[in-house]
């Protein structure tokens, strides 16, 4: 006979992975790049556009940079930067490139990030591989949603940075809420998710000098491909720029289908007729989320991450009594004294509530937003846009199939295998009152054993004595944008 676990029983368990852990280096500033590197990137846009595989080679001191972008939509760029000035390189060694076109902004230094505040948040571990946890703020430049908010609302950079031998930062993946970040990397800065299934220091600080030499025998740009190019202020403008000027030179921007797997391992087209995601009736996750928003500087966020599970079950009654509980851990946080939040969601919309370390509930508030259909991506015209097959890094031994889900001016990327296991959710950019919008999941339990009975109740809705309650609308941490219920 199995023994009934209570809710508080299986809460006080929930995280299963040490996925994040507080280390002497908190708040030390983040170490500069090596001097040269080489990269192999897996990266998300932040419209809905083709996925991409970026191999970059760059060398700090020459303010040189060469990237190769092949995207599942068989287009492939070349694109060397030599200070500010771009250059667009052909498929083959014979034809001349083309350039020089000044872009304004030269390669950045080995210290591009700790030029903007990037800060150590601690320890853990990402695809597991032990990482640091590196952060930093940057004013938002993408709109808001909501004619009240404050004037000093910023947006988070991330950067998840590999255990290494050396004193070099050898990145595992970088993460920008705010398509205009201040952390100015030519073309691969213009993603918002780049994860890195490699990322090597380089030996050879000559090892662009060739391509610098092909540079001195380039044909000039015209005037309407330099135009369009300086103007492009992100990858898909960039990539329009270069096909429309040139369309009678393939040579400058045709790929073909197996290039992206060449850099990415295992990365390809959708295949036709892949499913959207669909949550089961009954199921948990867990894992843990980032705060991507530091919106009022009085709460004091500033975590690297929250463990967090979801509980959610949709029973054939349908939508009256299908119940969904988020429960985020904040015993690292600073977060109003709090040990943790739970956000209770149904049919009649959410309600947040914190318990403070003094053992107080206190209730933060109710949100229109309701429980989540577990048909959501089919029902937010869900698109699969890449596929990823048994990547040594993100998904060893399975398939992931990259969706998009359009949602006005934002996006949200989900990553999940035919199986419907979860693996990455984001909204992209950042534009709503919402702090959480990139989250990781490490276990995936799609028929656990059935709920205790009341899992779902939350606590009195009442302010708590000792801290006086607030209404300040945090049911914005339930899962964005997804097509809800009620």
Not at 68 to 86: I, K, M
Not at 114 to 121: K, M, T, W
Not at 168 to 196: D, E, K, Q, S, V
Request: charged content about 20%; overall charge negative; hydrophobic content about 35%.
């Amino acid at each position: 006979m199995t023994t009934k676990m209570t809710p508080d029983d299986d809460l006080a368990h929930y995280n299963l992975h040490p996925v994040i852990h507080d280390d002497p280096k908190r708040g030390s500033v983040i170490p500069d790049l090596p001097d040269s590197w080489i990269s192999h990137a897996l990266v998300n846009p932040y419209r809905d556009e083709p996925v991409r595989a970026v191999r970059t080679i760059c060398v700090h001191s020459k303010q040189r940079m060469y990237h190769t972008s092949c995207g599942v939509d068989e287009t492939a760029f070349r694109l060397f930067f030599d200070q500010s000035n771009l250059y667009l390189f052909p498929d083959d060694q014979t034809t001349p490139p083309i350039g020089p076109i000044s872009m304004g902004h030269p390669v950045p230094g080995r210290d591009m990030f700790s030029a903007h505040g990037l800060l150590s948040q601690g320890a853990g571990y990402l695809y597991n591989q032990p990482v640091d946890f590196f952060l930093g703020y940057s004013p938002q430049a993408n709109g808001y949603s909501h004619t009240d908010h404050p004037d000093d609302m910023k947006t988070c950079n991330w950067v998840w940075g590999r255990k290494a031998a050396s004193d070099h930062l050898l990145p595992l993946r970088w993460f920008f809420t705010n398509a205009n970040n201040p952390c100015a990397i030519p073309y691969l800065g213009l993603f918002a998710l780049a994860t890195f299934e490699t990322f090597t220091a380089g030996t050879d600080p000559d090892q662009l000098d060739g391509a610098a030499d092909r540079c001195l025998r380039a044909d000039p740009p015209s005037a309407a491909l330099g135009s369009a190019l300086r103007q492009a202020t992100t990858s898909a403008e960039i990539h329009a720029a270069i096909c429309d000027t040139l369309p009678d030179r393939p040579e400058f921007w045709k790929g073909a289908t197996g290039l992206p797997g060449q850099i990415i391992t295992g990365l390809h087209a959708p295949e036709t007729g892949t499913k959207e995601p669909e949550w089961q009736n009954r199921m948990k996750m867990t894992g843990f989320t980032y705060q991507t928003a530091w919106h009022d500087p009085s709460e004091k966020l500033g975590d690297p991450a929250m463990p967090l599970r979801v509980y959610y079950e949709w029973p054939d009654t349908g939508v009256e009594d299908a119940h969904m509980l988020t429960h985020l851990s904040l015993d690292q946080s600073a977060w109003d004294d709090a040990d943790h939040m739970n956000i209770y969601l149904d049919a009649d919309g959410n309600d947040t509530f914190i318990l403070y370390r003094s053992g107080d509930p206190g209730f933060l508030g109710h949100g229109k937003n309701g429980i989540v259909k577990y048909d959501w991506a089919a029902q937010d015209h869900g698109t699969a846009r890449a596929t990823l097959k048994d990547n040594p890094l993100i998904c060893p031994g399975e398939n992931l199939n990259i969706t998009t889900l359009p949602n006005g001016d934002r996006h949200f990327w989900v990553w999940y295998t035919p199986g419907n296991k979860g693996v990455l959710f984001m909204e992209i950019p950042q534009k709503a009152d919402v702090l959480l919008v990139l989250t990781d999941y490490y276990t995936y339990d799609m028929a656990p054993p059935a709920f205790p009975d009341g899992w779902h109740k939350e606590p009195p809705q009442r302010p708590s004595a000792d801290h006086g309650g607030r209404t300040s609308g945090h049911g914005a941490l339930a899962p964005p944008g997804l097509h809800q219920a009620g």
